[in-house]
């Protein structure tokens, strides 16, 4: 029979050893993330070194890259033009999605905006609340692809709900014809345009604090015939009231909130780019495009709001037309990071080691095949992998690579200042 000196023992040898195998796993996954961390630049418009070379490695025989954004910063929409262009060159990449008003995407993928960055802030400064990300790097983005590409279809599909009414509503009033719908439209576009003369999202703003019946009425009031341009728009509108409406049960309590609110507005920015996507399928049975949206929506599996994202669908769209689907976490380093693991979290651990004045990619393909206990072990101990166990595993394999953007900053508004 053991007597208690032997447990002592015992457990004293097995905490000893599990010490160096804590140790070893240490020494192996940071030795990992070594090996695969490239240095990649982004310089005079384009993208060079060999993490570019990676990237562009990966994309071929892809049908969509997708990227994972922080919004409004300064370089990602640069990188992102210097992207597609090298797609656009190499692989025959002719379209973009992207998190952005579907209505106004219209108009900047058409003549006479299309291309020309004076026409496309022209567009911005007359509908402040037209575009749902509106920092000057990004018109001068919205701008370069739309020269780019030589699709005759939109470049530009817009998949995300209505900030703004005003620019719906006028191009809603070029559609119609029945005198009393115009009228209605017309009232309706009046009350909106006081409230959308600037762009402040401080207080609310029309759409945020439009009834759903209203808009609804309206659409009854318009009665356009199923599957014209009017009914689109029409949709985008009543669409986009009820994303907000189920926020703000959120902020209430009241259900359906948060999750329907995830929920419904995934599904409306599948349905808008599935649509673009079909009206081009006929002449072009293989569209390839590039992605952009915030990080959450371009997930395999679920995302963190634990949603099948728009990122999701379109791998699967991908990998029935025997395509592959390449996607890029954007992350930049805050200041003071160790003082923001909240807001930095799973992905802190890839890259706290890299420069913070370089870009890197890492490639989070290597991290799959380890154990997901290893996947957990990191400097900041056991109650950080608690609360980021979930989170880290669904990085791994929800996104193949990281671009690390060092040395950034936030993006400008001059061309259309608003909060």
């Known amino acids: 029979m053991y007597n208690s000196k032997f447990f002592v023992r015992m457990f004293v040898v097995i905490c000893f050893f599990s010490s ?20 990649i630049k982004f310089d005079n418009g384009s993208l060079n070194g060999p993490g570019a070379d990676l990237i562009l490695e990966l994309a071929e025989n892809t049908q969509f890259v997708a990227l994972g954004e922080e919004h409004n910063n300064f370089d990602i929409p640069g990188i992102t033009t210097a992207l597609f262009e090298a797609l656009h060159k190499r692989y025959g990449y002719q379209y973009f999605m992207t998190e952005q008003d579907p209505v106004m995407m219209e108009l900047l993928s058409n003549s006479p905006a299309r291309g020309d960055l004076e026409k496309i802030s022209a567009l911005a400064k007359a509908y402040p609340m037209g575009l749902t990300f509106i920092s000057d790097q990004e018109l001068k983005m919205l701008a370069d692809l739309g020269r780019i590409s030589t699709a005759d279809h939109d470049v530009i599909w817009g998949c995300d709900q209505g900030s703004g009414v005003t620019h719906t509503l006028d191009q809603l009033l070029v559609e119609l014809e029945d005198q009393q719908a115009i009228a209605a439209v017309g009232e309706f576009r009046e009350l909106a345009a006081q409230q959308e ?12 604090d439009a009834e759903l019946k209203d808009l609804v009425h309206l659409k009854a009031k318009v009665n356009a015939g199923k599957g014209t341009h009017a009914a689109w728009l029409m949709d985008v509108l009543v669409n986009s009231s009820r994303i907000f409406d189920f926020y703000k049960n959120g902020n209430k309590n009241i259900l359906p909130g948060y999750y329907e ?7 409306h920015l599948k349905d ?23 990080s959450w929506h371009i997930y395999e599996g679920l995302s963190p709001t634990r949603i099948h994202t728009i990122g999701d669908f379109f791998s699967n769209v991908a990998q029935f037309n025997n395509q592959k689907f390449l996607s890029v976490h954007f992350s930049s380093r805050p200041q003071e990071p160790e003082k923001n693991m909240q807001h930095l979290g799973f992905i802190w651990p890839f890259i706290q080691d890299l420069p913070a004045d370089e870009f890197a990619v890492v490639d989070l393909r290597a991290f799959r095949e380890y154990p997901n206990r290893i ?21 791994v ?6 671009f690390f953007v ?11 200042p608003g909060k």
């Not at 003369?197 to 945020?208: A, I, N, P, Q």
Request: glycine share 6%.
């Open 375 to 395: 996947l957990i072990e990191n400097t900041q101990g056991e109650e950080w992998g608690k609360t980021y166990k979930e989170s880290y595993r669904r990085l």
């Open 197 to 208: 003369t600037v762009r402040d999202y401080s207080s609310g703003h029309f759409m945020y």
């Open 20 to 39: 160096f195998a804590q140790a070893d796993e240490q020494t192996e996954l940071k030795t990992l993330l070594k090996n695969n961390t490239y240095a």
């Open 272 to 294: 808008l780019c599935l649509a673009k996507y079909r009206a081009i399928e006929p002449s072009n049975p293989l569209p390839k495009a590039l992605m952009k949206f915030g």
């Open 406 to 416: 060092g040395n950034t900053k936030a993006a400008t508004f001059e061309i259309v």
């Open 397 to 402: 394999y929800g996104y193949d690579l990281i």
């Open 261 to 267: 609110n995830n929920r419904f507005r995934e599904q």
